[in-house]
């Protein structure tokens, strides 16, 4: 079952901003920013601290879903700093910690709204491992687990997926109002705008715009999975925002702690709120520590629009020297969008190859998509441009020393693949 720690072969000690540690004490710089857990480093200097005063003035630490002052702390920030801004009225629902937990929740509730069964996912799309979000997951290496018949998801082609020129959202749209398309009218349609594990596949605004206009039309919940791509990881907070829709339920886990401390909620357009008391019940709804943290994140990077600001300059940088990085692999693009990014090398030996070079120059990074063919680079949105630089001058130092070793075996006939 172990799988990250089998590519990033450390004993990590400790930890601060971008940067980890050993108990040899090397360190290495940190781009894989727990999947998008670690969006605004580790060990937040402020969220330390709050949380570190909350334990010592005996601050309750497990409550079930009980009113606490940490959780009014947190929906009190949240709030106002995220839901109000956007115009957004949803109710926020704790589920338990995982992200999975809160997709399970998010299509519970869309088959009980609607009282249908399908759910539209994507080609690609990645869900979370349980099996109800399973049905949802692309991945047949994850899908392949359970050994029972994973129902209820019906899946369509994601943006791009048949290749330019061939709208998906055209061919779902087509399907949902063929009476003899075979489509059964859907509870809910879930997608990402970008899909992390899947390969960093980005949906466009128009085709976001579409989906969100036929889930409307065919009495479909919109769903959004947030969990990687939000808390700022394209730019803006969710990462939806750009696009001027508002999805009837939002999932948020991985980053929202900021302190990479385990809480997961779904945000619910409260005329879609019919849950009884209890219904999706849990022990860890509502991680008290994680409230803590997750208030001081909001406070110290959404109170402003500095943070969004800083991201997008990082953005930049990275598109820019990513694409340098591409330019030495023949046939490599770039993926991805705002510090959700990486390179497509086109096999996952070539993207493997990659990251173990990056991990001997001191620089830790995973890879995605179908055939892991992914490189990807997710560092901490908090990373100073310097260190942003350092890390990508060893990807580039690596992508261009493992091309230049494949030439060389290839042309003296050693690999052939
Ligand atoms: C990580 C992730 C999940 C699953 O979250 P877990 O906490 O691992 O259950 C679901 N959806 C997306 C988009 C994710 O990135």
Not at 52 to 63: D, F, K, P, Q, T
Not at 67 to 75: G, I, V
Not at 251 to 270: F, T
Not at 376 to 384: A, D, F, G
């Amino acid at each position: 079952m172990r799988s990250y720690c089998r590519r990033l072969d450390l004993i990590l000690d400790t930890a601060e901003g971008s940067v980890v540690r050993d108990v040899t004490g090397r360190e290495y710089l940190d781009f894989v920013a727990g999947a998008g857990s670690l969006n605004y480093g580790h060990n937040d200097p402020d969220m330390r601290a709050a949380l570190i005063a909350h334990l010592e003035r005996r601050g309750i630490s497990h409550s079930l879903d009980m009113f606490s002052s940490a959780k009014r702390a947190f929906l009190t920030a949240f709030e106002s700093l995220v839901l109000l801004p956007r115009g957004m009225d949803h109710r926020v629902q704790f589920t338990g910690p995982t992200g999975a937990n809160a997709v399970e929740a998010a299509l519970k509730l869309a088959r009980k709204v609607t009282g249908r069964t399908n759910v539209i996912a994507f080609t690609n799309g990645f869900h979370g491992v349980s099996q109800g979000a399973l049905a949802a997951t692309g991945n047949r290496h994850h899908r392949g687990g359970p050994e029972i018949p994973l129902y209820g998801v019906t899946r369509m082609p994601y943006d791009g997926y048949l290749g330019d020129g061939i709208d998906t959202a055209e061919l779902l749209d087509r399907m949902l109002h063929d009476p003899s398309s075979g489509l059964d009218a859907p509870a809910a349609i879930l997608l990402e705008t970008v899909q992390g594990e899947g390969g960093l596949n980005v949906a466009s605004p128009a085709w976001v715009r579409r989906i969100a206009e036929l889930a409307s039309t065919s009495g479909a919940l919109l769903v959004v999975d947030d969990i990687q791509a939000g808390c700022g990881r394209t730019g803006t907070f969710f990462s939806f925002e750009p696009f001027g829709i508002v999805p009837d339920l939002v999932v948020l886990s991985k980053s929202i702690s900021g302190y990479g401390l385990p809480m997961a909620l779904l945000l619910i357009r409260p005329e879609y709120d019919v849950w009884l008391p209890g219904e999706h019940n849990g022990t860890f709804r509502g991680n008290v520590h994680a409230f803590v943290t997750a208030r001081v994140a909001l406070e110290k990077f959404w109170s402003t629009r500095d943070f969004a600001a800083d991201v997008a300059r990082r953005s930049n940088l990275l598109a820019r020297r990513l694409a340098e990085a591409a330019a030495l692999v023949p046939g490599a693009t770039v993926k991805g969008r705002g510090m959700m990014c990486g390179i497509d090398v086109g096999s996952g030996a070539y993207a493997a190859a990659v990251v173990r070079r990056c991990f001997a120059d001191g620089l830790m990074l995973e890879t995605a998509g179908s055939y892991d063919q992914v490189v990807k680079v997710l560092p901490p949105l908090t990373t100073p441009h310097k260190l942003l630089d350092d890390g990508l001058d060893i990807l580039l130092a690596a992508t261009g020393a493992v091309a230049s070793a494949r030439e060389t075996r290839s042309s003296s006939g050693l690999v052939t693949a």
